[in-house]
Nanobody, 124 residues
């Protein structure tokens, strides 16, 4: 049974930083792409960043490029999202997701497994 458990959300002032973690378990994720998505109240879930577990290739949404960094720790089976220079518009529930294909998709419908989400609030 695949489980994705996010942690690290919280309240931070604009310009601050947070690091989200996603602990993955239940199978080998070598051939998976792992993604971070976010959803603000009243808005659709949107792609933030993704990484191919096997080779570490990354992809970012334009809105976070240069501010957010996705990475993985193979030994800990954990994916991270380092968020710097946070803005109020980054406020959302952030979700970790796993896609069983090796292609990075930005459409949330392509992802097979989801975590429960962690709230990130950026105050101005």
């Amino acid at each position: 049974q695949v489980q994705l458990v996010e942690s690290g959300g919280g309240l931070v002032q604009a310009g601050g930083s947070l690091r989200l973690s996603c602990a993955a378990s239940g199978r080998t994720f070598d051939n998976y792409a792992m993604g971070w998505f976010r959803q603000a109240p009243g808005k659709e879930r949107e792609f933030v960043a993704a990484i191919k577990w096997r080779n570490g290739i990354t992809y970012y949404a334009d809105s976070v490029k240069g501010r957010f960094t996705i990475s993985r720790d193979n030994a800990k089976n954990t994916v991270y999202l380092q968020m710097d220079s946070l803005k109020p518009e980054d406020t959302a529930v952030y979700y970790c997701a796993a896609d069983s294909t090796i292609v990075i998709f930005t459409n949330p419908r392509e992802y097979d497994y989801w975590g429960q989400g962690t709230q990130v609030t950026v105050s101005s």
